[in-house]
């Protein structure tokens, strides 16, 4: 049975930055593609980040060059480091692991997972 769990999600100022981790159990092989989604407030859920089974990493627009998906194999752990955060990122982030994700359509394919979620706030 696949779980991913989110945590490090909080409050920061503007500017500040954010560590979001997932941890995946029940992943057989490198199979999955991994990604973050988030759901802002009173707005559909957008992809933000992915990483393929070869390593390639995707980024919407509005993150690139600002946050940074990384999967740590030896504690089977999806990271996302945030950095130069705006208000606008405010959302719930969501970890996700697919047969396929496409961040610029927002978009899985075939078998996904998701976790529950955890909450970044971004305000001064």
């Known amino acids: 049975r696949v779980q991913l769990v989110e945590s490090g999600g909080g409050s920061v100022q503007p500017g500040g930055s954010l560590r979001l981790s997932c941890s995946a159990s029940g992943l057989t092989g490198n199979t999955y593609s991994l990604g973050w989604f988030r759901q802002p407030p009173g707005k559909q859920r957008e992809g933000v980040a992915a990483?393929?089974?070869?390593?390639?990493?995707t980024y919407v627009d509005s993150v690139r060059g600002r946050f940074d998906i990384s999967f740590d194999n030896a504690n089977n752990t999806l990271i996302l480091q945030m950095y130069s955060l705006k208000p606008d990122d405010t959302a719930m982030y969501y970890c996700?692991?697919?047969?396929?994700?496409?961040?610029?359509?927002?978009?899985?394919?075939?078998?996904?997972?998701w976790g529950q979620g955890t909450q970044v706030t971004v305000s001064s």
């Open positions: 996700v692991a697919a047969d396929a994700i496409v961040v610029f359509h927002s978009r899985v394919a075939g078998r996904n997972y």
């Open positions: 990483i393929d089974t070869e390593g390639y990493k």
